[in-house]
């Protein structure tokens, strides 16, 4: 059996004593707070903020409000293309576990939550500048995006992943700054009042190609809807906990990076266009540097194009062009564009 495009999985614990891997980007949300003099300080507070948002979703048998906490550890992919050990990091997650200290047991959480790609930072720091640079008036290659959206189906589909998980991961980010969103009659338990975009977002579209479709939910207690994408059934695949896990470790991130949208003074309207010009916000306690995030992007980038696509350039594409996207993923693609 041939050991060319394999992955090895590792697992690093997120907790107030976490060092990034060197393999980490930088850019990352969670290594970027580990960084700097009040690193440890960084990471107590963010944790204490996911369990207090976890207890506050979860408050049924719960009247103290501390019956849950939740550990968070970094779930790294590393990619071996020609089976010789030499291996580029592609994609990193996160992966939740729920202790339950009522029951003295621990429940599994979400796998994916944040979402971290190095292949991801040269597509959108290096191909698209370039792409328009030369073509100012035009969309973004028909081909973006492809290498990627199959890199990371090619992973779920792996025996390292599903030696691991038994889910789909559902990944949160941010709504995008460019699209409006209108609130409609639908309210999730969990999840809470579903939003719906005037049109996909060039992320969307990129979440797409792995073969993820995006569904927006504002949970009580938040001011704005987050971006859920997913592979399955967001509604029945996963449990109650399983979700709750998910919004108070990626709500509790966005409110650190993105003040202006997450930790807003006021809720999203009925008509809702998110903006990272809002004034009325309130900072969080703990330190981080934006400007250096978006700036190491472009670094990284290049850096992706230098380890990875050039010197694999000739295998990737060969690979690429053999690679089966799945049927299912690729049908919900197109059904959501036509119902968009």
Known sequence: ??????????????????QPAN???????????????????NLRKTLTMINNRFNALAHWDNPTADRYSVEVDIISADLDIEGNGDTFPVIETLKTTIIDHKENTRIDG???NSFSSYVRDYDFSVVLPDHFANHPESTPPKEFGELHGKLFQHLLKSEAYQAQFDKQPVICLSVSTSKTYQRTGNQHP????????????LTDDYFHKMGLTVRYF???????????????????????????????????????????IYNANSRAGAVYQPSLKYQDYSLTQIVYDRAERSQMAVTQGKFTEDEFIKPYQDILEEWAAKFVVDKSAAEKRADDKQAA
Request: charged share 25%.
């Open 1 to 18: 059996m041939s050991k060319s495009f394999t992955y090895s999985i590792a697992s690093i614990r997120f907790d107030e004593n976490y």
């Open 23 to 41: 393999s980490t980007r930088l850019t990352t949300n969670f290594a970027n707070l580990a960084r700097g003099e009040r690193r440890q300080e």
């Open 110 to 112: 979400m796998i994916g």
């Open 190 to 201: 969990v999840l809470g009042v579903e939003y719906k975009q005037d049109e996909y977002s």
């Open 218 to 260: 504002m949970p009580t207690g938040s001011v704005a809807p987050l971006a859920f994408y997913f592979a399955g059934d967001l509604l029945g695949d996963y449990s109650d906990l399983e979700l709750i896990s998910a919004i108070a470790t990626m709500e509790t991130f966005q409110k650190i990076y993105r003040p202006e």
